[in-house]
């Protein structure tokens, strides 16, 4: 059969039978029915409609026995019996079965060669309450949901703008899963917009069932061992907005939660939501806090660890980071088994219940910690130090930078164990190209505004601007 309908009603009732395989799939739902005189028959996916709505076509179409049945046309037979606006006529039958799956209702009706599209979609899904990773002291508590058409809506609450631009692609052979490019036409970089869609044409695999973290593989795949994110991601729409009036792209992939905005580099992650929904002076301190919890969550540990290997370099007025008791087992040892641990208690509060997690983490924390240094297996000073380094990489707003900078760490620090102070500078030598040299998503460069410098955007990173035409 070539990709178009038949005209004989019982071919095609017999074509999508067997190609939806209603026999077997128990959320198919194909009925018969009858409209304007004619058969017809319906099929949809159960879960996937709205079901108030779908009934209301229905009983419309089956009370309109009355109507002339002499239809000359498949647009003269739906303007007249389906009384939806959302609807589509296709003789494709890889596009209908496409709309079929993501959510739309198809009507076959005999003397026809067309399938009628009625998409009266309403996917599953949760409240917009405030995401758990992206919380605020104040300002607006929604956030983005598994939903790609309530994601897109609470952009067009916020910016009612007519050059707010909503393009949808798809990807993936199997999952086509809906990947939609946000944009504010005349502000964003239409050289960029331009490069994402064809890139996003261009992916090539089956499946993109792990939503953002698949599509920016897919978008970048040239830096795989590379730990440092290429974008930034937000659960917030008011974040969302303010990036997009600014000038960003902003990508929504279907069944997940998160925006990736992108052009993004290493010093945009100083930013937070936080810093505007406070004056711009407690903004401007935010960010400071924020940007030496930065330097100290990568350093902290290293030079804490070369000090030690090497008491001659420690002034005076710091001898009290000096180790009292030597344990057997070597410090390098100590540092690389907590950092271990700290990442088992996180999986382990992850895998708690709710009720439970909070006070599993403390206790878990606390034990461990007082027993480790009871039990003569870890300097306290080595505890302490880890543990401030652990707050440290809460304290910062992405959890993608957090692990880079662990990564990082642990690996100056091993470089520094084997080649004491030449290691630590190789490690940190290291660590810096391989953050001047990582590829974001849009090629921009990842250190900018730094290189090339642009004294301006860099005074906007460091110091929380007032609100303004050109500052959102």
């Not at 999508?16 to 959320?27: A, E, H, L, P, Q």
């Not at 380094?389 to 930078?401: D, G, K, T």
């Amino acid at each position: 059969m070539d990709n178009v309908l038949f005209s004989d009603f019982y071919e095609n009732e017999k074509f999508f039978d067997k190609y939806f395989r209603t026999d077997i799939n128990y959320d198919v739902v194909a009925t018969r029915f009858n409209a304007g005189g004619r058969k017809a028959k319906l099929y949809f996916i159960d879960g996937f409609i709205n079901g108030e709505t779908s009934e209301r076509v229905m009983n419309f179409m089956m009370q309109a026995s009355n109507v002339k049945s002499d239809f000359k046309s498949p647009e003269a037979f739906a303007q007249s019996m389906i009384a939806y606006m959302e609807m589509e006529l296709s003789r494709d039958v890889d596009k209908i079965a496409k709309v079929v799956y993501s959510g739309a209702m198809l009507v076959i009706v005999d003397g026809f060669d067309t399938g009628f599209l009625v998409k009266t979609r309403s996917y599953p899904k949760r409240d917009v309450g405030e995401p758990d990773n992206d919380k605020v002291l104040s300002g607006s508590h929604d956030g983005f949901v598994e939903s790609l058409l309530i994601n897109t809506a609470l952009i067009r609450r916020r910016i009612r703008d007519r050059d707010l631009v909503m393009e949808v692609r798809q990807a993936g052979m199997r999952s086509k899963t809906d990947i939609a490019i946000c944009y504010l036409k005349g502000k964003a970089d239409e050289r960029t917009v331009a490069d994402l869609r064809e890139r996003i044409d261009k992916i090539d695999v089956n499946t993109l069932n792990m939503s953002q973290e698949s599509v920016i593989e897919c978008l970048v795949r040239k830096q795989k061992w590379n730990p440092f994110p290429k974008v930034r991601y937000t659960e917030r729409p008011d974040a969302a907005s303010a990036s997009i009036a600014e000038g960003s792209i902003i990508l929504f992939v279907d069944n997940s939660p998160a925006a990736m905005i992108v052009p993004t580099g290493f010093f945009d992650f100083l930013q937070d939501t936080n810093d505007y929904y406070f004056p711009p002076c407690v903004g401007t301190y935010l960010r400071f806090v924020r940007g030496l919890i930065f330097g100290l969550a990568l350093l902290l540990a290293p030079v804490w660890f070369l000090l030690i290997k090497n008491p001659d370099y420690i002034p005076e007025w710091l001898h009290f980071i000096k180790i009292k008791e030597y344990y057997s087992m070597p410090i390098i040892a100590q540092l690389l088994i907590i950092e271990v641990v700290i990442d088992a208690l996180k999986l382990a509060s992850l895998n708690t219940p709710n009720a439970l997690s909070n006070s599993f983490s403390v206790i878990g924390a606390l034990v461990l910690g007082d027993l480790a240094v009871s039990a003569e297996l870890f300097s306290s000073e080595v505890v302490l130090i880890m543990a401030f380094v652990a707050i440290a990489n809460f304290a910062q707003p992405s959890f993608e930078l957090g692990y880079a900078f662990k990564l990082s760490r642990v690996f100056i620090v091993v470089l520094t164990a084997i080649f004491n102070l030449w290691g630590f500078i190789a490690g940190l030598v290291i660590v810096m190209l391989v953050i001047a040299f990582t590829v974001t998503v849009t090629g921009r460069g990842y250190l900018h505004p730094l290189v090339p410098f642009n004294a301006k955007a860099i005074s906007r990173l460091i110091i929380r601007q007032s609100i303004s035409k050109d500052n959102t």
